[in-house]
C-alpha cells in the first residue's frame, strides 16, 4: 500500500481557503485517492475521493496533477466547525479495500 | 445513505472480563468490514478484515485469539475482545464498504473501552 505524507498540523482563520497537500509517491495505477475528517472521540467521515485531475463536492475540491504522486484537499472559506484531523489514504479494490491511515493533518482554525 | 453504527458507544469493564462490539451497516450490504483502534492523539490502527462468512484477516502483531472477529452477515460484524486487561483500553472503530468497485468506507462513531 502505498504511503502517505501530510503536515503535522496547520493553523487558518475562519473565512480563509485552505489546502492541504499530501504526498504519495509510490501510488499504484488502481489506486484512488480518500480524504477523511475526523473530530475527538467520533469515526472518520468520508469527504471525497478522486482518481485524478479534479473533483468538487458540496464541501471540498480534491486537486490530483497528473502523474498522481501527490494531492491536495481544498476546503473554501472554513469555519471553527472545521477544526479537525483530515487524513489522505490511498488504496484500491483489488486489495479489499484495505487502507492504512497516516498521522493525519490536524487542522485548527482560529476566529 | 452509507450509515455505520457502532454499539455500544461506550463500555466500562472489570480487567479479565470479555466485551463484545456490535458493527452495524444500516442501510447497504458490507461485503467487508474493518476493525481499527486508535489511542489518544494517534492515527487510526487497522486491526484485521473481516468478509462476510469467512475467516478475518488479521494484520501482523493483532492477536486473533483475543481479538475474535465474527462477519456473520452482510449487516454485521462484532469484535470481541476476550480476557481484557487496562492495556486494551482504547478507541475501536468499523468500517464497511460495499462490493462496488471503488466506493469508499464508511465509519461507525467508535466504542470507547475502558478496562478498570
Known amino acids: 500500500l502505498a504511503k502517505t505524507t501530510q503536515p503535522i498540523s496547520m493553523d487558518s482563520y475562519e473565512g480563509q481557503e485552505v489546502n492541504i497537500t499530501c504526498s504519495h509517491n509510490?501510488?499504484?495505477?488502481?489506486?484512488?485517492i480518500t480524504w477523511y475528517q475526523q473530530f475527538p472521540s467520533q469515526g472518520p467521515r468520508f469527504i471525497i475521493q478522486?482518481?485524478?485531475t479534479k473533483v468538487t463536492n458540496e464541501v471540498a475540491s480534491l486537486f490530483i496533477p497528473a502523474d498522481r504522486k501527490s494531492s491536495t484537499l481544498s476546503l473554501p472559506r472554513v469555519s471553527l466547525s472545521d477544526t479537525a484531523v483530515y487524513y489522505c489514504?490511498?488504496?484500491?479494490?483489488?486489495?479489499?479495500?484495505?487502507?492504512?491511515f497516516g498521522q493525519g493533518t490536524e487542522l485548527s482554525v482560529k476566529p | 445513505g452509507a450509515v455505520v453504527s457502532q454499539h455500544p458507544s461506550w463500555v466500562i469493564c472489570k480487567s479479565g472480563t470479555s466485551v463484545k462490539i456490535e458493527c452495524r451497516s444500516l442501510?447497504?450490504?458490507?461485503?467487508?468490514m474493518f476493525w481499527y483502534r486508535q489511542f489518544p492523539k494517534q492515527s487510526l490502527m487497522l486491526m484485521a478484515t473481516?468478509?462476510?462468512?469467512?475467516?478475518?484477516?488479521?494484520e501482523q502483531g493483532v492477536e486473533k485469539d483475543k481479538f475474535l472477529i465474527n462477519h456473520a452477515s452482510l449487516t454485521l460484524s462484532t469484535l470481541t475482545v476476550t480476557s481484557a486487561h487496562p492495556e486494551d483500553s482504547s478507541f475501536y472503530i468499523c468500517?464497511?464498504?460495499?462490493?462496488?468497485?471503488?466506493?469508499?468506507?464508511?465509519f461507525g462513531d467508535g466504542t470507547r473501552l475502558s478496562i478498570l
Open positions: 509510490n501510488i499504484a495505477t488502481n489506486d484512488y
Open positions: 489514504l490511498v488504496g484500491e479494490k483489488n486489495q479489499g479495500g484495505k487502507l492504512i
Open positions: 478522486g482518481y485524478k
Open positions: 473481516s468478509n462476510e462468512g469467512s475467516k478475518a484477516t488479521y
Open positions: 442501510d447497504f450490504q458490507a461485503t467487508t
Open positions: 468500517s464497511a464498504r460495499t462490493g462496488i468497485d471503488n466506493q469508499p468506507q464508511h
